[in-house]
């Protein structure tokens, strides 16, 4: 059985900086890629990025160069460092797993999701 854990959200200032966790277990990260979801209020949920053994990383545009996502596999662990946060960052972050690619990377292609962590950004 899959199960993924999100940790490490909260409230942050903008400008600052959030590290999140997303802990597997029940899979192997070699053979799984792991994405990073958010859902701001009133919006859909959207892509941020992923990484799997095979492809990847990939960003959305709104993030690239102030995020970055990166995995340890010996801790079934995959990290979403958040740098440069802006209040448009703020949302529920979810991770989701799929065999093997990120690629393709529609919210209906992961099968396994966390229960997401709160992330605001707000001065």
């Known amino acids: 059985q899959v199960q993924l854990v999100e940790s490490g959200g909260g409230l942050v200032q903008p400008g600052g900086s959030l590290r999140l966790s997303c802990g597997a277990s029940g899979i192997n990260l070699d053979y799984y890629a792991i994405g990073w979801f958010r859902q701001a209020p009133g919006k859909e949920r959207e892509g941020v990025s992923c990484i799997s053994s095979s492809d990847g990383p990939t960003y959305v545009d709104s993030v690239k160069g102030r995020f970055t996502i990166s995995r340890d596999n010996a801790k079934n662990t995959v990290y979403l460092q958040m740098n440069s946060l802006k209040p448009e960052d703020t949302g529920v972050y979810y991770c989701?797993?799929?065999?093997?690619?990120?690629?393709?990377?529609?919210?209906?292609?992961?099968?396994?999701w966390g229960q997401g962590t709160q992330v605001t950004v707000s001065s």
């Open positions: 989701a797993a799929k065999p093997f690619l990120c690629h393709p990377p529609g919210l209906d292609d992961f099968g396994s």
